[in-house]
């Protein structure tokens, strides 16, 4: 069973930093693009960053570029979002969720940044 | 950016009648391969997001086939015959064709 695990989300003061963890299981990881996609509170769907199952090719959103950067670990089947300067509008639940077509979702980790 | 247009916001459906779902895109969905990345996702209250409908009118694994997905280059339907109550949630068109991938803002299913 497919299985993405989010966690290292919490409470955080508008211009500091936190990193995000996928833990991934039940497939080959290494085979698959994986992406990170978050939900405002009480909104809708927002792709953040996609990453190749390779780290060759990687985007971003431009509400994030610059301030965000994905990466993975495929020896340890994660998937990472770190997340700098962080601003209020920032604050919603971050979801990992597999390629194609985002057909595997984690529980989601919730991100709050506020003073 | 490509913009998803969904309608309605809201649906009220009567259990055991149909209900239908519309997403208009921006821009045409079709690659040249011939395949249409439109994508359909259901987000029950309280849980994650699940794929639906995939390439728009591909059922995923495990979804009954009371769904089905259709449309053309710029315009997609959802349609769910038979409405149970297990389909209670939020509906999102997404395009997967180019980046940034992109989201309707959603239509909401309630039951009657």
């Known amino acids: 069973e497919v299985q993405l695990v989010e966690s290292g989300g919490g409470l955080v003061q508008p211009g500091r930093s936190l990193k995000l963890s996928c833990l991934a299981s039940g497939f080959t990881f290494s085979n698959y693009g994986m992406n990170w996609i978050r939900q405002a509170p009480g909104k809708g769907l927002e792709w953040v960053a996609s990453i190749s199952s390779s780290s060759s090719y990687i985007y971003y959103a431009d509400t994030v570029k610059g301030r965000f950067t994905i990466s993975r670990d495929n020896a340890k089947n994660t998937l990472y979002l770190q997340m700098t300067s962080l601003r209020s509008e920032d604050t919603a639940l971050y979801y990992c969720?597999?390629?194609?077509?985002?057909?595997?979702w984690g529980q989601g980790t919730l991100v709050t940044v506020s003073s | 950016d490509i913009v998803m247009t969904q309608a309605p916001l809201s649906v009220s459906v009567t259990p055991g009648e149909s209900a239908s779902i519309s997403c208009r895109s921006s821009k045409s969905l079709l690659h040249s391969n011939g395949i249409t990345y439109v994508y359909w996702y259901l987000q029950k209250p309280g849980k994650s997001p699940q794929l639906l409908i995939y390439?728009?009118?591909n059922l995923a694994s495990g979804v009954p086939d009371r769904f089905s997905g259709s449309g053309s280059e710029t315009d997609f339907t959802l349609k769910i015959s038979r409405v149970e109550a297990e389909d209670v949630g939020i509906y999102y068109c997404?395009?997967?064709?180019?980046?940034?991938?992109?989201f309707g803002a959603g239509t909401k299913l309630e039951l009657k």
């Open positions: 969720a597999r390629r194609p077509g985002y057909n595997s």
């Open positions: 997404g395009q997967l064709l180019e980046n940034p991938d992109t």
């Open positions: 390439r728009m009118s």
